[in-house]
T-cell receptor
Framework: GQSLEQPSEVTAVEGAIVQINCTYQTSGFYGLSWYQQHDGGAPTFLSYNALDGLEETGRFSSFLSRSDSYGYLLLQELQMKDSASYFCAVRDGNAGNMLTFGGGTRLMVKP | ETGVTQSPTHLIKTRGQQVTLRCSSQSGHNTVSWYQQALGQGPQFIFQYYREEENGRGNFPPRFSGLQFPNYSSELNVNALELDDSALYLC?????????????FGPGTRLTVL
């Protein structure tokens, strides 16, 4: 089966940098995705890493280490609107390409 | 470009009833995945449809079933509803059978089972 671990809550102040870690266990690993979900909203795609290294998209970056079964999402120059839940998810090619999501990290950005 | 839409937005049912939820995929997408999201938890994969065929299934009982139509819209059917089925049901569309790299989620259907 697949399992993912991520912190349940993180608090940071506006303008700061925060890192949300994710460790996973899965067979047939294809890649690690990150999604953002505001309260009452739908998850929206942030990034996808299939290979080791850092992917940068604006204020958000995502990192993957396949050998360590570990990744993180880095949010820079935090804004109040970044307050949301962040989910890591792994794609398992051996299971019909299903996405398995972690339990989510609730990020609270304070003024 | 039309995004993913779902209907209804909210639904209240009683135990033992049956429910059908609907999803229209984003234009050009041929893959639809369904997820169940309980409050405060991550989405859990129910199943995926690619070109009208089931292309993977999560750990859900057979009373959860689905369909995908030639226009790639999809239905999720749940029979013999149980209280634990109360959740947000999300569908997500993507391009290609992989359905993994970027999925576009609909707003969800909030199902309450009494």
């Amino acid at each position: 089966g697949q399992s993912l671990e991520q912190p349940s809550e993180v608090t940071a102040v506006e303008g700061a940098i925060v890192q949300i870690n994710c460790t996973y266990q899965t067979s047939g690993f294809y890649g690690l995705s990150w999604y953002q979900q505001h309260d009452g909203g739908a998850p929206t795609f942030l990034s996808y890493n299939a290979l080791d290294g850092l992917e940068e998209t604006g204020r958000f970056s995502s990192f993957l280490s396949r050998s360590d079964s570990y990744g993180y999402l880095l949010l820079q120059e935090l804004q109040m609107k970044d307050s949301a839940s962040y989910f890591c998810a792994v794609r398992d090619g051996n299971a019909g390409n299903m996405l398995t999501f972690g339990g989510g990290t609730r990020l609270m950005v304070k003024p | 470009e039309t995004g993913v839409t779902q209907s209804p937005t909210h639904l209240i049912k009683t135990r033992g009833q049956q429910v059908t939820l609907r999803c229209s995929s984003q234009s050009g997408h041929n893959t639809v995945s369904w997820y169940q999201q309980a409050l405060g938890q991550g989405p859990q994969f129910i199943f995926q449809y690619y070109r009208e065929e089931e292309n993977g299934r999560g750990n859900f009982p057979p009373r959860f079933s689905g369909l995908q139509f030639p226009n790639y819209s999809s239905e999720l059917n749940v029979n013999a509803l149980e209280l634990d089925d109360s959740a947000l049901y999300l569908c997500a569309s993507s391009l290609g059978g992989r359905g993994g790299d970027e999925q576009f989620f609909g707003p969800g259907t909030r199902l309450t089972v009494l």
